[in-house]
């Protein structure tokens, strides 16, 4: 290696070029002086390469730059060995160097040839700026778009609080997973009295967060944690359909429908919830009263379908009991007075007489006991039956009385609103059983309303008014819900010798009357039955004067007795003709029509109402077309007012209710045709 270095400045085979004859001082000096300058340059270029390679890491192609460098900095090399051989003659290090210079030229020359495609393709700086100025546009559009967008967005936004605040359903948002601020909707704020503006807050300690309202799920109050909007948010779960009761401080309730859902983040991790609350307070309040309504049309259909049926079996039992009343009325009749058989009759006569009152009581339930209507006074009349009352009571109990002064009449039957009373009294007597007790019976007017009467039972075609009461309370055993339910149905009794008539009974006089009947009672705490009656709304009606016969009046002449009933038509014909006249049997209303037409010596006619064929109605009629004068006594075991109430104004003649007496038909034919 030393003898390498050694001949590479050998010295020998050249002199240097001062000793040259043809270098002059002249030209020797602007050799050397451009080549120092040519080397100083050369060193000064791949220094600023060096330099740049070494701050910019990012340049593309280095290798490159790096070859240039070493090619530059060799040709500066081979100018300065130039220079200096002038004074050395280091010929075979110049030519080394050359060598040196060669390569690196030819490396780079090779380098530029492999990446002139790809130096190509990278564009200039004329294409850099337009392509930079296309960025810039494109830059610029789509910023206007974000702020189109933005715009856009704000308006939406705007828009849809705009919407939440215009609709009836409360929004409640929560951000944080312990709903500490909800950003609320004006229908939230309102529904829960809140500031309006302000967040909500369900959760955080009561004196740093106090609330004007507590939250109640039928009787149990609920926490903050218990919300809906709270569950979703810790739950992550949805909640539909959650009712709810708001209690204000105030006193004032309100029923809320809630719904909620959760929040999640880009995580899916629950970072809040959303809560939709809706007042469903008067749609309850309005469902309520609808099946209230409903209740009471029911309870009004049951009446009904109850009240037909037991007319129905009232009427064939009065005309089955005027068989055996008839019958034992005709059997005492012909006795003698001191037979022994005389007791056993009438025990029959007071168990038919028995059996017509339950038919009765049937019948009043039914709405069919409107019977002989008078203008009374409830105080006057509850004075008058109080010697009644008070043997009609057990001896624990005590009565007393708050009667009212100066009271409004009212149209009624005296004898039916009596009965009403003493039913009351022996019920309320019954209750306070064997313990000292007391019974109140009250009476006065007062304003009813419609939601007074709307709770009344059985009253929903009542309009509200000033109506008269008679109130009868006791302090006995009371009844709970299950026994008030059901205490006005006909054969319902919780007495073990009860028929269960009583209380339908006085139900079916007060409708018969257009009155009601309000009920309160507690099981033991007693029970209060308080009976209202319109002051004024029937039209009066005249009672005519009984004028009670003579024992052994008699008559003449031909009756025509129709009735399809067997036992009724054979009972009447032979009371009749006890009375002195000759009877006409007919089978129905046809048969009594052509009896009728053959006979004119028929001086009066008793006439069923109810027939097949042809029924009392129309018979009665085809009667009155034969002979107008005709008098007919029409036969029924229906109440008085509802049988005759077709025949109102057309000529007839009396009415006899099923079953009945000889002594009640002797009052009614001596009524109608006089004395013989």
Known sequence: MFEFFRNLFDTSDFPARWTCGNWTSSHGWLHIVSDLTIAAAYAAIPLAIVLMMRRRRD?????????????????????????????????????????????????????????????????GALQTAERLGKEVDERRKAEEEVRRLNTRLAQRVEELEALLDVIPVGIGIANDPACRNIRTNRAFTEILKLQQGANASLSGPPEEKPRNFRVFRGTSE??????????????????????????????????????????????RRVRGAVGAFMDITASKRAEEERLKVERKLLDAQKLE?????????????????TGVLGNASMARAELSPSSAVQSYVEQIEKAAMRAADLCKQMLAYSGKGRFVLDDIDLSELVAETTHLLVASMSKRAKLKFHLADSLPVVRADATQIRQIVMNLVINASEAIGDRDGQVTIQTGELEASSAYLASAFSAPELAPGRYCFV?????????????LARIFDPFFTTKFTGRGLGLAAVLGIVRGHKGTIKVYSEAGKGTTFKILLPGQGMSSKTVSQI??????????????????EDSVRAVAIRMVEKLGFNAVPAVDGREGLMRFTEDEGIVAVLLDLTMPRMDGEETFRELRLIRPAVKVVLMSGFNEQDAINRFTGKGLAGFLQKPFRVDDLREKLRGILGEP
């Open 59 to 123: 340049v593309s192609y280095p290798k490159l730059y790096w070859l240039f460098a070493t090619f530059i900095f060799s040709c500066g090399l081979t100018h300065l060995i130039d220079a200096s051989i002038f004074w050395h003659p280091w010929y075979r290090f110049s030519g080394v160097a050359k060598a040196i210079t060669a390569v690196a030229s030819w490396a780079t020359v090779l380098t530029l040839v492999r990446i002139m495609p790809q130096a190509m393709s990278i564009p």
């Open 222 to 267: 609920l926490s903050p944690e218990e919300l809906p909007i709270q569950l979703s948010a810790t739950t992550g779960e949805v909640i539909r359909n959650f009712e709810e009761d708001i209690v204000f401080d105030d006193g004032q309730k309100i029923t809320l429908l809630s719904s909620s859902a959760p929040l999640f983040d880009e995580e």
């Open 305 to 321: 379908s109850l009240g037909v049926l037991a007319g129905g079996i009232a009427h064939d039992f009065n005309n089955l009991l």
């Open 471 to 483: 109130e009868v309370s006791d302090d006995g055993c009371g009844m709970d819900s299950n026994t």
């Open 547 to 564: 004028v009670r016969p003579k024992a052994d009046w008699t008559g003449s002449g031909t009756i025509l007795v129709v009735d399809d």
